[in-house]
């Protein structure tokens, strides 16, 4: 559009310029060269002034619009890991979700053991433990496209559209072994890493915070079971008794 108007004000700015230095000499009224002169820049400079000011104003939109996009990212992004943060994790969920295809399922991934490793080994040696995982998690993200976040602390939560249980699973297992094989080292510090998945999976009516509930409710079973394991969420079925 810019350059749309660019073209335009200096299409009629040449037509003006001819228009005005062109008028007949011989016309009964003379018109002197100072008032050609003077009629060319009455012409001439708004037309002129025009494409300079529509593109600095343009330049000014487009600064703001970025200036917007980056406050938004900071916004929805957690700073230590670079994931979504609770919020942006959210947001960006409610525009993966296709009602069409309602199906979907959600894991919950905690690491285990997060404050003794936090009390042994120090507060930025968790740190880097906690952007570790949010590494692993990024790249088979990437790899399965699906989307991760940090839900706080040491828990982060991942939505996968158009997965059902058994994929879910695998691929929750998947993540599991290998965090499970990761090395964390800081500052001649090292440990090994592992993490606990809680996953559910669409039914019926479900909706994400349901998903969300129940994956966390998964988590808590795989932490009391040993940790360092992957449980889905198994409904419970009421039977009538006839």
Aim: glycine fraction near 6%.
């Amino acid at each position: 559009m810019t350059l749309i108007a660019v073209s335009m004000s200096f299409a009629i700015t040449l037509v003006a310029m001819i228009y005005v230095f062109g008028l007949d000499p011989d016309a009964t009224v003379k018109v002197s060269l100072a008032y050609k002169f003077g009629l060319a820049i009455t012409v001439v400079a708004p037309a002129l002034i025009c494409p300079f000011t529509s593109f600095k104003i343009a330049m000014t939109i487009r600064e703001r619009d970025r200036a917007y996009v980056e406050l938004r990212r900071l916004a929805d992004t957690d700073q230590l890991t670079g994931l979504l943060n609770r919020r942006g994790f959210d947001a960006a969920a409610e525009r993966l979700i296709d009602l069409r295809n309602p199906r979907m399922s959600v894991l919950m991934i905690d690491i285990d053991s997060f404050k003794k490793l936090n009390d042994s080994l120090g507060h930025e040696f968790g740190d880097a433990a906690l952007v570790q995982v949010a590494a692993i998690l990024r790249d088979v993200a990437q790899a399965e496209n699906f989307i991760v976040g940090r839900q706080g602390g040491e828990e982060f939560v991942a939505l996968l559209p158009g997965v059902s249980g058994p994929e879910a699973v695998s691929i929750a297992e998947r993540l599991r072994e290998t965090c499970s094989q990761t090395v964390v080292e800081y500052q001649q510090k090292s440990a090994y890493l592992a993490v606990s998945i809680g996953v559910s999976t669409h039914r019926k009516n479900s909706s994400l915070s349901q998903l969300v509930s129940e994956a966390d409710s998964a988590l808590y079973r795989a932490k009391q079971a040993g940790r360092n394991r992957v449980v889905l969420h198994q409904p419970i079925v009421s039977l009538r008794v006839a």
